[in-house]
């Protein structure tokens, strides 16, 4: 197919799947799909078109001079679209900002929440340590006095001579 002859570039009925549109690029199919246009789209198309035909016509070689002999001020126009599009910003932007700070207030609930679980946790186990040093340091010192004081009775019993003869009849019996 020659160029001149292929369809121009738009959204053609896909080959592959009737119930969606494609891309034609004017030279070939492209991966892009659409969904067919609803009844709102097509009436909306349908009326640009009908106000694109009504308005006249002020191409790239009209002048400023034939813009105002038609009763448009360009100049009024910008100024106009420039204070629409200002107040449409602000509004957005006030309108992310409120987001912005609903967002903020419920995101710090939710951080001092599971901090303050983290910092009970620790703190619970911090004690729970502490607990089991105290446990293990008494058993210890008990242990340690027991031992001496075992110690101590084995040394007694050397100097005496019932111990003596007592570990002696031990050991030979045992």
């Excluded at 911090?126 to 006095?145: E, G, H, N, S």
């Amino acid at each position: 197919m020659r160029r001149a002859d292929a369809p121009r570039a738009g959204w053609y009925p896909d080959p592959q799947s009737r119930t969606s549109l494609r891309w034609w690029d004017g030279l070939d199919w492209t991966d892009v799909r659409r969904a067919p246009p609803s009844s709102a789209e097509t009436q909306a198309a349908f009326e640009n078109a009908q106000f694109r035909a009504a308005a006249p016509d002020f191409g790239p070689g009209a002048t400023r001079a034939a813009a105002a002999l038609e009763g448009i001020n360009s100049t009024e126009m910008i100024e106009q679209a420039r204070a629409a599009s200002r107040s449409e910003m602000a509004r957005a932007t006030e309108a992310f900002n409120l987001r912005a700070q609903a967002a903020r207030e419920n995101l710090t609930p939710l951080i001092t929440e599971y901090t303050n679980k983290a910092k009970f946790w620790v703190r619970r186990i911090i004690k729970l340590a502490i607990f089991a040093f105290a446990i293990w340091l008494a058993f210890q010192i008990f242990q340690q006095v027991s031992f001496w004081s075992w110690v101590t009775d084995r040394i007694e019993d050397i100097g005496n001579e019932s111990g003596l003869e007592a570990s002696a009849l031990l050991l030979l019996t045992g």
